[in-house]
Nanobody, 115 residues
Framework: QVQLVESGGGLVQTGESRRLSCAAS????????VGWFRQVPGKQRHLVAS???????YYADSVKGRFTISRDGAKNMAALQMDSLRPEDSGVYYC?????????WGQGTQVTVSS
């Protein structure tokens, strides 16, 4: 069994930067996919950025050019660097990973961007 824990959230102001990390317990050998999702009240969780094998990345249109996802070879599986933050970036950010065919979710970390 794998457990994921996000960290790095907090209250920031418009234009500032924040870096989120996703730490894993248990074996993470055989990772196929790591993604960062965002959820706001009353809405579904949506994919913000992801990285798969061979470091292929994806970004939602709303964060292109501002966010960067990168893989970490240790227990921190993936980091999300968020630059030029805007209030609309606010939400609970979740790390998700597909490992050996199973999907795991972290508990989320809150990011609030004030104007």
């Amino acid at each position: 069994q794998v457990q994921l824990v996000e960290s790095g959230g907090g209250l920031v102001q418009t234009g500032e930067s924040r870096r989120l990390s996703c730490a894993a317990s248990g074996s993470i050998a055989g990772v196929n996919f790591v993604g960062w999702f965002r959820q706001v009240p009353g809405k579904q969780r949506h994919l913000v950025a992801s990285i798969v094998k061979f470091n292929t990345t994806y970004y939602a249109d709303s964060v292109k050019g501002r966010f960067t996802i990168s893989r970490d070879g240790a227990k921190n599986m993936a980091a999300l660097q968020m630059d030029s933050l805007r209030p609309e970036d606010s939400g609970v950010y979740y790390c998700m990973a597909n490992i050996r065919g199973s999907t795991y979710w972290g508990q989320g970390t809150q990011v609030t961007v004030s104007s």
